[in-house]
């Protein structure tokens, strides 16, 4: 039976949330679908430069880990997120802005 997922817009606020308490900004800069949107990261290090994180399948886990799909200029990655809004009307895109390209991704319970 397939693992129950977390809505959309909890786990932004979620997210939001953790970010605030660990002192770096972020931005929600497209609100998706509140229950089933996908949610993208963007990480902008200030130097102009930018990092896309997105959650994908791992098939041999069957888990939905996050991976860093590019990392780019901050135009190009606008481009591309711009390219994905273009598919997915329910896109959530959150900008942090982390000199050192922390997003805390990584950590328990954000997956």
Same mark, same amino acid.
């Given at each position: 039976m397939p693992e129950a997922r977390l809505a959309a817009g909890i786990w932004v606020s979620a997210y939001l949330k953790r970010l605030q308490l660990a002192d770096i900004p972020a931005y929600v800069i497209r609100h998706g679908d509140d229950t089933a949107g996908a949610v993208m990261v963007k990480c902008a290090t200030l130097d102009g430069r930018a990092? $896309? @994180?997105?959650? #994908?399948?791992?098939?041999?886990?069957?888990?939905?880990?996050?991976?860093?799909?590019?990392? *780019?200029?901050?135009?190009?990655?606008?481009?591309?997120?711009?390219?994905?809004?273009?598919?997915?009307?329910? $896109? @959530?895109?959150? #900008?942090?802005?982390?000199?050192?390209?922390?997003?805390?991704?990584?950590?328990?319970?954000? *997956?």
């Open positions: 990092s $896309l @994180w997105a959650r #994908e399948w791992d098939f041999e886990t069957d888990q939905r880990p996050w991976t860093r799909r590019s990392e *780019a200029s901050e135009p190009e990655i606008d481009a591309e997120i711009a390219r994905n809004s273009g598919y997915d009307p329910d $896109l @959530w895109v959150i #900008e942090i802005e982390s000199r050192d390209g922390t997003t805390l991704l990584d950590q328990a319970g954000l *997956a």
